[in-house]
């Protein structure tokens, strides 16, 4: 009963803001927000058109016009504060957002191994208690697949306690958390998460449309539209046939009959492209923030190659939208997990097509979990350390800590020496070693045939080079590292972080063929 007096309360107050023209703002404006430090204070809203409003916020005023629509929009300067602030919003009434922290706000999304909650994550007990950071701010966008773009979404900002952590996504408290010890700043978290979900579906549909490697998966969603329309036409006279049916079982004292079931709306899948992006980004655009984490990509690994393609664009999507610029994007490597009943590399291929990401996009980084993962588990349960290494990247690359190691070891480049392959790599400065202490596994060498074979030999040659062979390839041409959907590998550099996974060659891979 609390429920529906709550929902009727919340539609009662809808109708009558819209009614009296009273100033309406989005949920992601609300008591306890974090304010982007160093960045425009983008604030917008409706009331009714034409009617003017007032902002007041750290000193600034600002007064506006409604446009013949009702909307409104404003950009404030650059804030700097150690204290909370408030900002005041007056026209035909007045609001007040109090409790306002400026500091640093990053956007956390993906599908289920984001949304994993602390309440389920390793040692979470431990954690939920010492989750009391009045400095910290949540915010928790409400799931939402839809067709169109919309300009708000469900979610109120509160400060972190053990009681609102326990429900927010652990790899973005972690991080958060990691953050904000280093830096001494309040941190807002933005989560907007949905398991299972591809990276179509967080992409907007212009985007999409603009790459080659997406027509045949739109033109498939677009069928699924023309077939829905034809289905709503045919539950509408199926729904009149019924009713006739009903009213006349009804008379006579009979059993109505079984009502029609009405269509499915292919609109409100989430893994329709741009739904998740329609639904739970856009809804945030242009609110600042610093940068964003990702991890996802587990229900793309049967199209790993087209991943290459997919994740970059929305990437570029999401920066384009923002207009921030080039903002900071941090991003999770799937970790070790079986995707198919048979042994199956389409796992390393969605990796690769991440690497190739970080490789190519700039200001990204890669956190690198083959260490960590479980592989009868596509939830790894560690989200404390999956969170320390997107930190990782921040504290280094967006908050300026260049005595910080992000990532481990990076395959550069190989040669082959005397029957055996020598592979060169990128962030071993401090050396190679095994991070188990167990012999260096998971590399193979293959010839002319493309029939790769486990190295029997390898040994670190200096801080950043290792040396494989096996007496069973003579003329080696090719290497693999980890090349697998399952593999646990053991090699990293002395911090103590994993290599990704890689390969050599560039042969047609299992998931080449998928669209």
Not at 17 to 39: C, H, K, T, Y
Not at 149 to 158: A, H, L
Not at 187 to 212: C, F, K, M, N
Request: net charge positive; charged share 25%.
């Amino acid at each position: 009963m609390l429920k529906k007096t709550l929902l009727i309360t919340s539609a009662s107050w809808l109708l009558l803001s819209q009614a009296f023209g009273i100033i309406r703002l989005p949920s992601i404006f609300s008591d306890n927000m974090v304010i982007q430090e160093g960045a425009p204070v983008n604030i917008w809203g409706w009331a009714s058109p034409g009617e003017s409003i007032k902002i007041e916020f750290s000193g600034q005023v600002i007064d506006l016009r409604t446009d013949n629509e009702g909307r409104w929009k404003a950009v404030l300067e650059p804030v700097t504060s150690n204290k909370p602030l408030r900002m005041v919003l007056t026209g035909r009434n007045r609001i007040s957002i109090r409790n306002i922290l400026v500091g640093e706000v990053w956007l956390c999304s993906g599908q289920s191994n984001m949304e994993w909650s602390l309440a389920r994550s390793l040692n979470a007990k431990k954690a939920i208690a010492n989750a009391d950071h009045p400095s910290i701010r949540l915010f928790h966008v409400g799931r939402n697949a839809v067709s169109k773009p919309q300009d708000n979404c469900q979610g109120r900002w509160v400060s972190c306690t053990p009681q609102s952590a326990k429900g927010f996504s652990a790899v973005a408290y972690h991080f958060g958390l990691a953050i904000h010890e280093a830096i001494g700043k309040p941190v807002g978290l933005i989560q907007s998460t949905w398991g299972g979900t591809p990276v179509e579906g967080w992409t907007s549909r212009d985007a999409l449309s603009a790459l080659d490697t997406t027509k045949a998966m739109l033109e498939r969603w677009d069928a699924q539209a023309v077939n829905y329309a034809k289905d709503r036409r045919e539950y509408s006279l199926k729904l009149n046939v019924w009713e006739a049916a009903r009213q006349k079982a009804l008379r006579e004292g009979e059993s109505a009959p079984r009502k029609p079931r009405a269509p499915y709306d292919p609109s409100s899948r989430p893994n329709n492209p741009g739904s998740l992006f329609n639904g739970m980004i856009s809804p945030l655009i242009p609110f600042s923030i610093r940068g964003a984490t990702w991890y996802q990509g587990e229900s793309n690994v049967s199209r790993a190659y087209q991943y290459r393609s997919l994740f970059p664009a929305m990437i570029y999507d999401w920066r384009e939208r923002w207009g921030l610029g080039e903002f900071p994007f941090y991003f999770v490597q799937i970790a070790p997990y079986r995707y198919s009943r048979n042994p199956s590399e389409m796992g390393a291929e969605l990796r690769e097509a991440q690497l190739l990401t970080m490789q190519g996009v700039n200001k990204t980084g890669m956190a690198v979990t083959l260490d960590i993962g479980n592989p009868r588990d596509i939830h790894p349960r560690n989200k404390q350390e999956v969170g320390r290494r997107l930190a990782l990247w921040a504290l280094r690359d967006t908050y300026g800590r260049s005595n910080i190691q992000p990532s481990g070891p990076i395959y550069s480049s190989f040669t082959v020496e005397g029957g055996a392959v020598i592979i060169d790599f990128k962030h071993a400065e401090t050396g190679l070693k095994s991070i188990n202490g167990q012999p260096l596994s998971h590399f193979e060498i293959a010839g002319d045939d493309r029939v790769f074979h486990p190295a029997e030999k390898v040994d670190i040659l200096d801080k950043k080079k290792i040396r494989i062979s096996t007496r069973r390839v003579k003329k080696p041409i090719a290497a693999r590292y980890a090349w697998s959907d399952d593999a646990v590998p053991n090699l990293g550099n002395n911090e103590g972080l994993p290599a990704s996974s890689f390969r050599t060659d560039n042969w047609p891979g299992k998931s080449d063929r998928n669209r």
